[in-house]
């Protein structure tokens, strides 16, 4: 007869990539010890999440999908001060975004509140707790210093009872901000600081956006936050390293209250990238201070704001997947997230035509009124995606940087006399040079061989280059945004710099005269195209059809490659 151990499956779901968090949970489940597993992302809304939480949110949803359990999205909205709706719905969007789904399992730390208020008064009861009449600094010299122990609160030894009669005094309201607190009564000589007495109450005379005016007190992070897992039944609660002393103190709440589980806290090394700065108080103040346009700037390492550059969320997951899991901090270098979304993009990527800046060619011998729709592939990396129709005509635009009156030794694009292919068009060859007052280059005369048509030529010719080009006449304008890093420091703030004083002036460059194809005016919002050889490129949320305007995601130019080339992909 089997016995109901042996009929355990003895061995848990391999998910795709393994890692020392992977290996904890599959061995939970083949021990037995969990029947499935349920992770949380937990954050707190005072902010829009950036890439850091990305790295957080694929781990926990991700694990949760590969072992057949769950993942909660969780509210930790225990500081009115700081929270806003706003905040709370820009984190649904983008957790929805990355391609997540919490389904029925939306929680906030504020339902919880009458729960965590009765475990405070059980360790009241049992004399864990205690009201503390010392003001906030006293209460931090009092706490002493990782050599010095720290000092007893002259109101420590209150009894339970008159400690019941303040925390409920402190809830009805009678005490003004910053006059009392409650605190854990464990140990103020422990070596582990988090130990000395820590804070779970504070009186808050603010407004929350779920619980309005019902509270006054609020409970620390470090009270609500283990308390919030057991009662979700979180089995893998996994955080960012700084947490890691204070999971002693966690594990010290879950021991002295009637919980309805115990969850596990294990920590990962948080996610730091080169000239990028992952810090919600920094981005608010890039933000309030004008440094930026918004949360959602281009240039933000919000997901918002990659996500209006162009940055496609399966790029954003496979980055995650690179970065993998560590336990040790790490800075990882910006070229690599660029790799990843090049690459991501490069797979599914519409191609377009757009000229940055424009010089005029005029082709005398093609007709004046003719039009031609020239047939050019979607995506030559992908046949499915099919072909469009290019207009073609006698007078077109071409980049200014492909022409040269006087060709350098290694340029092989368009020169006086030379021949060179217009994509998926004609062979076209330079005849003439017009130039303005200055002796600045205004136009090219070209002749075209109208025997090439499509961009070969019947008799086997060769020519070295190919353009991109327009025809001037059915061109669109466009306003191009070209961005670079937000910061031009790699390490922003180091050596002792102003972290602001590291901000790149020339991260945004803002182009007019610019032109594109008339297809790419129905490129919609979210959808990002490669303009043949000059990079990757979406509509901003500003472009209408009337004004468009392109942001440029990044340009082809992968220098992630060559970095590892060098060996110089790993931490810096
Ligand atoms: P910040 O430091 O940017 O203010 P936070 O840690 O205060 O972020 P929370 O809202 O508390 O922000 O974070 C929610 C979750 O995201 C936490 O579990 C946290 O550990 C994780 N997280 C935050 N930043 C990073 C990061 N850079 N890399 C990986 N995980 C992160
Ligand atoms: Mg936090």
Redesign the pocket.
């Known amino acids: 007869m089997l016995s109901s151990a042996t009929m355990k499956p003895d061995s848990a779901p391999t998910p795709e990539r393994s890692d020392f968090l992977r290996e904890i949970v599959a061995a939970d489940l083949v021990a037995g010890r969990h029947d499935s597993v349920v992770t949380r992302?937990?954050?707190?809304p005072n902010?829009y999440l950036?890439i850091?939480?990305a790295?957080?949110i694929c781990l926990n949803f991700g694990i949760a999908a590969e072992f057949g359990g769950r993942c909660h999205l969780r509210f930790?909205d225990t500081n009115p001060c700081k929270e806003e709706q706003e905040y709370i719905d820009s984190i649904q969007t983008d957790v929805r975004w990355l391609g997540f789904d919490w389904a029925e399992h939306l929680y906030y730390a504020s339902d919880y509140f009458e729960q965590l208020y009765e475990w405070a008064v059980h360790l009241i009861k049992n004399g864990k707790a205690y009201v503390d009449d010392l003001s906030a600094d006293d209460i931090r010299t009092h706490r002493g210093t990782l050599t010095e122990p720290g000092i007893e609160s002259p109101w420590r030894e209150r009894t339970a009872d008159e400690n019941l009669d303040l925390f409920a005094r402190m809830r009805a309201g009678e005490f003004p901000n910053g006059s009392r607190v409650l605190r854990a009564k464990i140990d103020m000589t422990s070596g582990n600081i988090n130990f000395r007495d820590p804070v779970m109450y504070r009186i808050l005379h603010a407004e929350h956006p779920r619980t309005g005016s019902t509270w006054c007190i609020y409970p620390s992070y470090d009270f609500a936050h283990g308390q919030s897992d057991a009662i979700e039944g979180i089995t893998h609660s996994i955080?960012?390293l700084e947490f890691q002393d204070h999971r002693p103190l966690y594990d010290w709440f879950i021991e002295n209250l009637p919980v309805p589980s115990t969850p596990h806290q294990y920590e990962f090394a948080?996610?730091?990238i080169t000239h990028t700065v992952?810090?919600?108080?920094v981005l608010l103040r890039l933000v309030n201070e004008g440094h930026v346009h918004g949360w959602d700037d281009p240039r933000m390492p919000t997901l918002s704001g990659i996500r209006r550059r162009g940055f496609p969320a399966d790029g954003i997951r496979d980055f995650a997947a690179m970065v993998g899991v560590a336990r040790a901090d790490s800075v990882v270098e910006i070229e690599m997230l660029e790799h990843a979304v090049r690459d991501a993009l490069n797979r599914t990527a519409l191609r377009r035509f757009g000229v940055l800046n424009p010089l005029k060619v005029v082709i005398d011998n093609f007709p004046e009124d003719r039009v031609e729709q020239v047939e050019v592939p979607n995506n030559p990396e992908d046949e499915s995606a099919g072909t469009r129709a290019v207009p073609f005509a006698r007078e077109l635009w071409i980049e200014r940087d492909d022409f040269m009156e006087e060709p350098a030794a290694k340029f092989f694009r368009l020169a006086p006399g030379r021949e060179v292919r217009l994509r998926s068009a004609y062979f076209v060859t330079c005849t003439d040079v017009v130039k303005d007052d200055r002796g600045e280059v205004i136009e090219l005369r070209c002749t075209y061989d109208p025997d090439t048509r499509g961009g070969s030529s019947p008799d086997g010719r060769k020519v070295k280059a190919t353009l991109h080009w327009l025809s001037a006449g059915h061109a669109l304008p466009a306003e191009i945004r070209l961005y670079d890093h937000l910061f031009a420091s790699a390490h922003p703030g180091s050596g002792g710099r102003d972290l602001f004083d590291d901000l790149d002036p020339a991260s945004e460059t803002i182009l007019t005269g610019a032109f594109v194809e008339p297809s790419a005016a129905d490129i919609e919002i979210g959808q990002t195209v490669q303009f043949e050889r000059l990079g990757y490129f979406c509509p901003d949320s500003d472009s209408s059809p009337a004004a468009l305007v392109f942001n440029r995601t990044l340009t082809l130019k992968d220098t992630w490659a060559k970095l590892q080339a060098q060996g110089r992909h790993d931490s810096l």
């Open positions: 992302f937990p954050p707190e902010g950036h850091g939480h790295k957080s930790d955080c960012t948080r996610l730091n992952l810090s919600k108080r």
